[in-house]
């Protein structure tokens, strides 16, 4: 379980990370979605 937590706390840094970039135009909104019980993690851009 030790080596899940570590892998999933990965995913979400790399997510966060991801999100932080802002395109060269338009008006983007970012959004990070996670759901660590059934392990869906998401990034919206609209």
């Known amino acids: 379980m030790e080596k899940l937590e570590k892998y999933r706390n990965y995913i ?3 997510i ?3 999100g932080q970039y ?3 135009y338009g008006e983007v ?3 990070t979605i996670f759901d ?6 998401q990034l919206w851009r609209c």
């Open 12 to 14: 979400e840094q790399i």
């Open 16 to 18: 966060k990370e991801y």
């Open 22 to 24: 802002k395109p060269s």
């Open 29 to 31: 909104e970012v959004q």
């Open 36 to 41: 660590r019980d059934r392990d869906h993690y």
